[in-house]
């Protein structure tokens, strides 16, 4: 099915630092579960290599013990160009630590630093989207993060605030920007939304306008398309794009993001039998990870009712293509579907965790002085990474 493409949008490459320019401006958002080794594969391969894609959150403390799981998690492709990691940590000594490790160890090109996460087992130890409230221990992080870093760009990435009476993003913007960061991206909602609701693009314009102009402000909030995603640009001035959710089951967005900023006429949506080839494919290169097929398979399932909403392919159908164990029993399920079927208009849209507001979990006493630079406890550190 050819669907007109937006129009084109006015957007520069994006310049991270001295050594690292990203085009187009586009940037997959880490996820965890979801945005390994595989997945960015997939989305790279759609993309052209082009764009930029950031791997799951990975722990400071975790990172600097070696832990087996986190190591694995950083492990790219030879053809993963530029290298991107994504930390976690609420230290500033832990982060620069990691930073200095992955500098000296070329472990990665760019590192991103989570500000953002909403969750409860990371906010209730002062870390994500809570941490940014802290204006001091933010600042501290932010300084070691670049002064270990090198020559490696480090972004960040961020939430509007804690929730409607604790605001943080224009104030987290201002010391991002004067501790070196090399770009901010910002979610238009607050940890207490989760994923509710509409993202606020006006807070993206808001940041776009308070931080100097050098500095990069990337949007990142309700991307289901790549109409969009230049819609975004447009109306905040952004200097380019994060995208989370709305790639679930459409690693191919990369493709027509791609084809938005570089001005292509139009583009294809995909019918189910490319549908199908590419959710084969993923299942494949998860068990090439993984190093099993059968777990590949296992892994790969919540994949499928995002590559499948909106086309006709029956609940029994559907069950079985969610308890599949293995590419063969996928490849016989995926064939009884029609190949030719067209991509149906109620696939777009929402994709992912949509549910309602949640209450923030926070450390006692978290908001009682917003420049606190007391650190967190050394447990509020995950031992784990990937979210």
């Known amino acids: 099915m050819t669907t007109p493409a937006p129009d084109a949008v006015t957007a520069a490459p994006l ?23 595989p997945f960015r ?93 802290k204006r001091n221990l933010l600042r501290d992080i932010l300084r070691q993060a670049v002064a270990n870093a090198g020559d490696l760009p480090v972004t960040m990435k961020m939430r509007v605030g804690i929730d409607a009476d604790h605001i943080t993003y224009l104030d987290a913007g201002r010391i991002g920007a004067e501790e070196g960061v090399a770009a901010i991206a910002l979610h238009g909602r607050t940890a207490i939304q989760h994923y509710s609701g509409e993202a606020d693009w006006s807070a993206i314009a808001r940041l776009r306008e308070a931080v100097p102009a050098h500095v990069p402000v990337l949007g990142n909030g309700d991307i289901w398309s790549a109409d969009d995603a230049a819609r975004m640009v447009r109306e905040t001035g952004c200097d380019g794009v994060v995208v989370g959710r709305g790639c679930l089951g459409r690693p191919w967005l990369f493709k027509e993001l791609v084809s938005v900023f570089e001005g292509t006429v139009d583009y294809a949506r995909p019918d189910f039998g490319y549908v199908a080839t590419t959710m084969i494919r993923h ?20 994949h ?56 923030v979990v ?21 031992d784990t990474s990937g979210g």
């Open 15 to 37: 310049r991270l630092g001295s050594a690292l320019t990203v085009w187009p401006p586009v940037v997959l958002a880490p996820m965890a579960g979801i945005t390994n080794a």
């Open 41 to 133: 594969t997939l989305c790279r391969e759609q993309s052209g290599g082009k764009g930029l894609f950031v791997s799951e959150m990975i722990t400071t403390r975790a990172l600097v013990e070696r832990n087996a799981k986190t190591m694995n998690l950083i492990h790219f492709d030879p053809s993963e160009q530029p290298r991107s990691i994504q930390l976690y940590g609420v230290d500033p000594e832990t982060v620069g630590r990691a930073a200095k490790m992955i500098a000296d160890e070329d472990l990665a090109d760019h590192i991103d630093l989570n500000f953002g996460c909403p969750v409860p087992k990371v906010t209730r130890k002062g870390g994500g989207s809570a941490l940014p409230y």
């Open 304 to 359: 499928v009712a995002w590559y499948t909403k909106g086309f006709s392919v029956g609940s029994e159908l559907r069950n079985g293509l969610a308890t599949a164990s293995s590419l063969a029993e996928l490849e016989e399920l995926l064939a009884q579907v029609d190949q030719e079927q067209p991509w149906p208009v109620s696939a777009d849209g929402p994709r992912g965790r949509t549910s309602g507001a949640h209450r």
């Open 283 to 302: 299942a494949e290169l998860l068990g090439e990870w993984i190093g099993d097929e059968k777990r590949g398979v296992i892994d790969f399932r919540k």
């Open 362 to 382: 926070l450390p006692e006493g978290w908001l009682d002085d917003p420049y606190d630079c007391a650190v967190p406890s050394a447990d509020a550190e995950l």
